[in-house]
């Protein structure tokens, strides 16, 4: 009876402590997610040494689109999109006598064009991005050292300058030795194609595709050129309050659609790992032992590390409407870089994210996803871009 006794002792002492390490890994901040809703998306690129997100994510999402209507997957070609429109932008550039900004950057607004003007073709039919200078991937280091002062030149000329159009000629030879021609003809799976009638060929109406936003410096229920820096194309855009705002994210997710998203990524919250969280600072920084003026001194990465550790139990700033126009205006949330919105999560403590898809390869800890919070959304977010359809509730006010 004693030795029945101690085992049974025993079986419970070790009961105990298994519940305890269930309930000490319940209590951890190691994020844990869970999928709601997940709409597919093409391969994950790398647009590795170059500015070029916009025109990355922006192909990735519309290659999406033609899966969703067709069922047919490709691989569109980012440097036909690059060489086509810093060309625009450089005409655009002069045009402005240099007032405008001329850089690597862009917006989804920019492929539109490119797509519905120039066409595009598929990534076989240029050379592949970072060959022509001795690289397996984009690579701008030395490109724009040479385009930049070539632009700047002729579009500061002195303002009593006659331009002839041979800048243009010029430009377009740097433009190929870099990228690569554009083709202007070309053969794909049998069948003959310029850049237009391939584009045509896609499915796709371009007229479909919406710019929307949320800000108070405009009127709601109108459209307005938003005033950042990279979006030099001077195409209006629609603006919502925010709770209409991210409505129309969640709507379009849930029938299927994807959502090109372009905002800021310069935030402590979002880290090279996969995260992307509104951090309240504040409260952070007293959960990590640490204070805002040491906060200040610490590395991106190391300010990255210590919101890795808090993990699900990191605070979060409340989204509002005056707090997204604040940091706008205070150039705290800033316009750097574009994704492709696909998917909700949630994490163990019922937060939720959307998945988001990275044009910076397979890195982080989601092997190329991103998880971004709903709030940091919210108040990062300069535009999102995506088709009028996606938002039936909506569509009536395009």
Not at 130 to 148: A, C, I, M, P, R
């Amino acid at each position: 009876m004693k030795k029945i006794m101690f085992t049974l002792i025993a079986l419970l002492c070790a009961m105990n402590v298994i519940a305890a390490g269930d309930e000490k890994k319940n209590d951890e901040p190691k994020l844990v997610f869970t999928t709601v809703k997940k709409n597919p998306i093409t391969s994950i690129k790398n647009q590795n040494r170059s500015g070029t997100c916009w025109d990355y994510a922006t192909l990735g999402y519309f290659e999406g689109e033609i899966l969703k209507k067709t069922g047919k997957t490709y691989d569109l070609c980012e440097m036909f999109v690059a060489n086509k429109n810093y060309m625009d932008q450089a005409i655009y550039h002069v045009r402005m006598h240099g007032s405008s900004r001329f850089s690597e950057g862009g917006s989804a607004d920019d492929v539109l064009w490119v797509l519905s003007t120039h066409g595009i073709c598929p990534e076989e039919c240029m050379p592949a991005p970072g060959t022509l200078v001795g690289d397996s991937l984009s690579n701008f280091t030395e490109f724009f050292k040479v385009l930049t002062p070539y632009v700047e030149t002729i579009a500061k000329s002195p303002e009593d300058t006659k331009l002839t159009s041979q800048w243009k000629v010029g430009m377009q030879g740097i433009l190929d030795a870099y990228l690569g021609k554009c083709p202007e003809q070309f053969t794909y799976q049998g069948k003959q194609y310029t850049p237009i009638s391939f584009a045509q060929s896609l499915g796709l109406n371009w007229d479909d595709y919406v710019s929307i936003t949320s800000f108070t410096h405009h009127p709601f229920y109108t459209w307005f050129t938003i005033e950042a820096p990279y979006k030099w194309r001077p195409r209006l855009s629609y603006n919502l309050p925010l709770n209409e705002f991210m409505q129309v994210i969640d709507e379009a997710l849930d029938h299927g659609y994807n959502v090109c998203w372009g905002g800021d990524v310069s935030e402590d919250g979002f880290t090279r790992t996969g995260l992307g969280i509104a951090a309240d600072i504040e409260h952070a920084t007293d959960l990590t032992g640490s204070d805002a003026a040491r906060w200040l001194k610490l590395s991106k990465q190391e300010k990255a590390e210590s919101l890795k550790k808090l993990g699900a139990t990191t605070p979060e700033l409340i989204p509002t409407q005056e707090l997204r126009q604040e940091r706008f205006d205070n150039w705290e949330s800033t316009y750097d870089h574009v994704m492709v919105i696909y998917g909700i999560a949630r994490d163990q403590n019922g937060r939720e994210y959307y998945m988001v898809k990275n044009s910076w390869g397979k890195t982080g800890d989601y092997e190329g996803t991103w998880y971004m919070s709903k709030a940091f959304i919210a108040l990062n977010t300069t535009y999102v871009f995506l088709n009028r359809n996606a938002i039936p509730s909506l569509v009536h006010k395009f």
